[in-house]
């Protein structure tokens, strides 16, 4: 059968038909289904990984929205803050001691009045009470706030004067209001009172006792007064409150005098009533009665009496045994008489040594010894009369006092047990005169203290008219407002950067998809078209495609493959843009270029050329032509077209046929290389089929169109046929809005410089 005819549709054409090219081995099951799981799980590794790179890229890529953003914010700032009525803010100073400057020591009356430390709560406390509802009304009250004034002060902005035109108030509720005066009244104090509660505000000053009352208001003489109003009002209400709770402390302990007087009188007149029925007299002496007292008194002679006996017994004992007490010796003449009895004695010793006993002088001395002799017994005697004496006295005053001592001891038991209910009602008579003397005593303190205001709060910078206004701050609001729309602005980039899941540039690719990147085509302006450059060799669009034709020369072991499809992962992704740029860079090397359009749904070789597509694939793969029938020149040198031709209903069954193995091959054998602008991957069967039996496929990227789910789905299911994909190729990449810059210097306008001035600069 010759070549001009095929493929024929016999049966066998598959075995009769073998293709002369060496197609390399189709990958094996273990090794797609391993890429695809990877695939599957490159995502997943990807989101643990944080990239400040490309956060900065997103920023400039972004930044013309971050910057519409941030103008529009500052815009509305500078807007607000000049159509803004002016605040002024004055302040005073308080000092707050949680114990206030006592004349008077009255505890427990007024509050805050403990000695206990400083207290955080207790701060926290006043403050609250700069902020109520009670001292509000009071301030507006002093400061005389009608309607009026109200109107002066508050005149209502322009964003108020809006809102009035948007919601106009009935004449209902302004007829109702007239009605009724009392509740006009009402209404204008809770009125006022709402207007310095919200110019109000307390700042404690850290690590001290002092507090700082500010007041805001339109007016900066009204700010002043309200501030100075709060304060004096602050310290009024204290006064208040502390007087208050002396007046309640005085009218109580009154009541309580009354009633303690009456007990005690009761209680007295119990107890006087109970003695005189007993006959019992209380000398006042520890609550003892007279028996009880005499009782004491006698114990306490009989103890001495005792003791005097029990020595007169001694001095008895003593004096009856032969020795006399030496008191008693000194006090009589018994010494005297012995010392003269001595010396008559050691006179008759010394004359008897010359005279014998006989001799008249010793007669004589002998008889004046024997008188003092007599003498001294007699001395002895009286003193052991005397001790015997004194003796028997001890003894009979200690058996009288036992016996007086016997007899009260009976009556002072019994006086003791007539006592009992007598000491019952002392004991209430005394525990009601302790009472009534301690409530009568704090009635006077209290009646004192009364008198006397004494304060823990005082004043001590009071409010001045402030010189500007305290706001708006036209720097402030400026520098909230950069702030803000920077916030803003990134945030908004960062969400739409992140809610955009579309592959943007070629770092992008190799991430998600683990595929490299033959090339990267640049977007054209809006000014350009896509037949200028094209025809401009010099253009950045026509290098950028030099560029691929050479990274395709390195794809395979053998060059540029014989057989090319291009496809993409759905339309518009420029697939027939670049098999035609591709087709016509190839015959610039020498090469003949056999460009087939395999699109049977949407072809588009034939507007691209001007063509009639009256016969073409759909025509050669059904039978009703020839190979030489659809073989169109293009016009350009060395290189042919096969046009898509009549679309057919069943394209994906033309394509699975032997015939298309035919074709390739007999394209293969008479040009060098074969082109085919392929469809879509997704949502058709026609792609996987053409992949299946070409060399190579090149996939096209849609810089910032083509979704990364839909480019893995397409790569997935190209894996899943069997295809050997060389790789994928980036278009309509815009390097400025993107905010990427390639590694490969892919910055257009300025690398590509061709010209008269040729230079060189960074990639």
């Not at 005792?306 to 045994?321: C, N």
């Not at 015959?587 to 050329?609: E, I, Y």
Request: glycine residues 8%.
């Amino acid at each position: 059968m010759p070549h001009d005819r095929l493929p024929t549709p016999s049966a066998d054409a598959g075995q009769q038909l073998q293709s002369s090219v060496a197609y390399p081995a189709l990958p094996q099951r273990g090794a797609s289904a391993l890429l695809v799981h990877e695939l599957q799980q490159s995502d997943r590794r990807d989101e643990d990984e944080i990239d400040l790179l490309a956060y900065w890229h997103i920023l400039v890529k972004r930044r013309r929205l971050i910057a519409s953003i941030l103008i529009a914010v500052v815009a509305l700032a500078l807007l607000a803050t000049l159509l803004a009525t002016p605040i002024y803010r004055a302040s005073a100073v308080l000092q707050i001691e949680k114990q206030s400057s006592q004349v008077i020591q009255v505890d427990g009356i007024q509050p805050g009045s403990d000695l206990g430390g400083w207290d955080p709560d207790f701060l926290q406390t006043q403050i609250e009470l700069i902020k109520s509802r009670s001292l509000s009304e009071r301030v507006a009250s002093e400061l005389h706030m009608d309607q009026a004034a109200m109107d002066r002060l508050y005149a209502p902005g322009w964003l108020d004067r809006m809102l009035a035109l948007l919601q106009p108030k009935s004449r209902q509720a302004t007829s109702g209001k007239a009605d009724k005066p009392a509740n006009q009244a009402k209404d204008l104090l809770k009125s006022a009172s709402g207007i310095v509660a919200g110019g109000l505000s307390v700042d404690p000053v850290r690590n001290s006792k002092l507090v700082v009352i500010n007041f805001d208001s339109p007016s900066a003489q009204f700010s002043a007064r309200a501030a100075n109003a709060l304060a004096d009002g602050f310290i009024a209400a204290g006064l208040e409150r502390r007087f208050g709770a002396s007046s309640y402390a005085k009218t109580y302990l009154e009541d309580q005098l009354k009633l303690t007087k009456a007990r005690l009188e009761e209680s007295e007149r119990k107890l006087v009533l109970f003695a005189q029925q007993e006959n019992l007299v209380d000398t006042g002496d520890k609550g003892q009665s007279l028996a009880v007292q005499n009782l004491t008194q006698l114990n306490a002679a009989l103890a001495t009496a005792q003791d005097q006996r029990i020595r007169a017994q001694a001095r008895w004992q003593q004096a009856s045994g032969g020795a006399m007490p030496a008191d008693m010796i000194g006090n009589s003449n018994i010494r005297n008489l012995q010392q003269q009895k001595g010396a008559l004695q050691a006179q008759y010793q010394l004359k008897l040594q010359t005279f014998k006993p006989d001799y008249p002088d010793m007669r004589q001395l002998k008889s004046q010894v024997d008188e003092l002799d007599r003498q001294i017994g007699q001395e002895i005697g009286g003193v052991r009369a005397s001790v015997k004496a004194e003796y028997d006295a001890a003894a009979k005053q200690e058996q009288m006092l036992m016996g007086q001592i016997a007899a009260l001891r009976t009556q002072a038991l019994d006086v003791d047990g007539r006592s009992i209910q007598y000491n019952i009602l002392k004991r209430e008579v005394d525990t009601n005169r302790q009472l009534y003397d301690g409530l009568l005593q704090r009635y006077k303190e209290v009646g004192v203290a009364g008198d006397v205001r004494s304060n823990n709060i005082s004043i001590i910078d009071r409010a001045e008219v402030p010189d500007g206004r305290f706001k708006p701050s036209l720097i402030r609001n400026l520098a909230l407002g950069v702030l803000l729309g920077a916030m803003l602005g990134v945030l908004i980039a960062f969400l739409l950067e992140f809610l955009d899941d579309t592959l943007k540039t070629p770092e992008d690719i190799e991430q998600k998809l683990k595929m490299p990147v033959l090339g990267v085509v640049p977007k054209l302006g809006p000014k350009e078209s896509m037949a200028a450059v094209a025809s401009n060799p010099q253009s950045s669009f026509s290098e950028a495609y030099r560029s691929v034709r050479t990274a395709l020369q390195f794809a395979t072991d053998h060059g540029v493959p014989k057989t090319l499809l291009i496809s993409s992962s759905g339309p518009g992704e420029g697939k027939s843009t670049t098999a035609q740029a591709l087709a016509r860079n190839l015959t610039q090397l020498g090469k003949r270029v056999m460009l087939v359009d395999a699109d049977l749904r949407n072809p588009s070789l034939h507007k691209a050329f001007g063509l009639r597509a009256e016969h073409g694939l759909s025509s050669l793969l059904s039978g009703a032509c020839s190979f030489a029938d659809v073989v169109q020149p293009s016009g350009e040198e060395r290189l042919d077209l096969i046009l898509a031709g009549p679309l057919p209903p069943n394209p994906a069954e033309l394509l699975s046929g032997t015939k298309l193995i035919s074709l390739l091959t007999v394209a293969s054998e008479r040009y060098d290389h074969v082109i085919v602008d392929g469809p879509p991957v997704l949502g058709l069967a026609d792609a996987p089929i053409l992949a299946n039996s070409v060399d190579s496929t090149l996939l096209m990227i849609s810089s910032g169109k083509t979704k990364s789910g839909a480019a893995q789905a397409a790569l997935k299911r190209l894996l899943t046929a069997r295809a050997r994909i060389v790789g994928f190729l980036l278009t309509k990449y815009d390097a400025r809005t993107a905010g990427y810059g390639y590694g490969y210097g892919y910055q257009y306008e300025s690398y590509y410089a061709y010209g008269n001035k040729p230079r060189l600069t960074k990639g």
